[in-house]
């Protein structure tokens, strides 16, 4: 799926759902920085306009279907429903991946 970056939406990460967002920067910029985490309820995280895709997936490698919102250069994910634990946040650029682990508690 391809959402620009500029309109807020409601969605899911889904193993055949990627999601991206259009891009005019020709740097490539892999990092993200979720805050907060550890999380209660809900990380965030800025990126670039780009050609993004994400998935978030348990300590145990299974895909998790996550409710988000897309707005500006800000994304939101949505954490209130998962257990506590550890999870990882991967993003993908052009064949190339970045993730970071996630820790949801109570």
């Known amino acids: 799926l391809h959402y620009p970056l500029r309109r807020q939406r409601q969605m899911c990460i889904r193993d ?17 920085s979720p805050f907060p985490n ?14 993004s895709s994400f998935e978030l997936r348990t ?31 991967s993003r993908k650029i052009d064949n190339q991946y970045t993730t970071q682990r996630i820790i949801k508690i109570d």
């Open 38 to 51: 550890p999380t209660k309820s809900q990380i965030s995280f800025f990126i670039q306009e780009d050609n």
């Open 16 to 32: 055949r759902d990627n999601v991206s967002v259009s891009s005019r920067n020709e740097a490539l910029d892999l990092s993200i």
């Open 59 to 89: 300590s145990h490698g299974e895909l998790i279907e996550v409710p988000f919102s897309v707005e500006s250069n800000l994304v939101k994910l949505d954490m209130d429903h998962l257990t506590n634990g550890v999870y990882f946040l």
